[in-house]
């Protein structure tokens, strides 16, 4: 069973930097693009969590991730 098939949890990997793992030599850019997603994460680079609050978290670019 693939681990994005009904995936218990929702786990949202928000990096500030440009592309996850930034500090991997570019030659590994197609496998920390693909990974997260291969595991069953929500991966958003070239933002900021701007605030935690009761209802999710605020992105510094205006968007907002709510729990599922």
């Known amino acids: ?11 949202v990997l928000v990096e500030a ?3 996850i793992l930034l500090a991997l ?3 590994f850019l197609v496998a920390t693009t693909d990974l ?11 933002t900021r969590v701007a605030e935690l ?3 999710g978290m ?3 670019n205006g968007g907002c991730i709510r729990p599922s």
């Open 1 to 11: 069973m693939d681990r994005s098939d009904n995936p218990p949890h929702r786990i």
């Open 17 to 19: 930097a440009p592309r």
């Open 25 to 27: 030599p570019g030659r």
């Open 36 to 46: 997260p997603a291969k595991m069953g994460l929500e991966a958003r680079a070239g």
């Open 53 to 55: 609050r009761a209802d």
């Open 58 to 60: 605020a992105l510094a």
